[in-house]
């Protein structure tokens, strides 16, 4: 069974830094385009940026921009992403998700596999 499992989320003051775990069963990074993805209440949600399957990536959200670091562990078939200088507006539940497609999409649309989702809040 296929399967992506989000964590790392949590309440974190603004400034800080968050490094959101997305774990793959079932199938090997190495075949699946993988894109991050968030939800705030009440907004549709958002694509931030794509890990191309082909190795690479690309951001598609300004709003964080400048702000994002992706990690790989592959002995763990774990991808990271890690958010530096949050902002309050930078709430929301945060989303992985595959495709076997190689090219990059901020569509949801676009993905086959989502994992739960982390929460993520940004406040002081």
């Known amino acids: 069974q296929l399967q992506l499992v989000e964590s790392g989320g949590g309440w974190v003051q603004p400034g800080g830094s968050v490094r959101l775990t997305c774990t793959a069963s079932?199938?090997?990074?190495?075949?699946?385009?993988i894109g991050w993805f968030r939800q705030a209440p009440g907004k549709e949600r958002e694509g931030l940026t794509c890990?191309?399957?082909?190795?690479?990536?690309?951001t598609y959200a300004d709003s964080v921009k400048g702000r994002l670091t992706i990690s790989r562990d592959n002995g763990k078939n774990t991808y990271y992403l890690e958010i530096d200088s949050l902002k309050p507006e930078d709430t929301a539940v945060y989303y992985c998700a595959g495709t076997r497609r190689t090219a990059c999409s901020r569509s949801v649309n676009e993905y086959d596999y989502w994992g739960q989702g982390t929460q993520v809040t940004v406040s002081s």
């Open positions: 079932g199938f090997t990074l190495d075949d699946y385009t």
């Open positions: 890990v191309f399957s082909i190795g690479g990536f690309t």
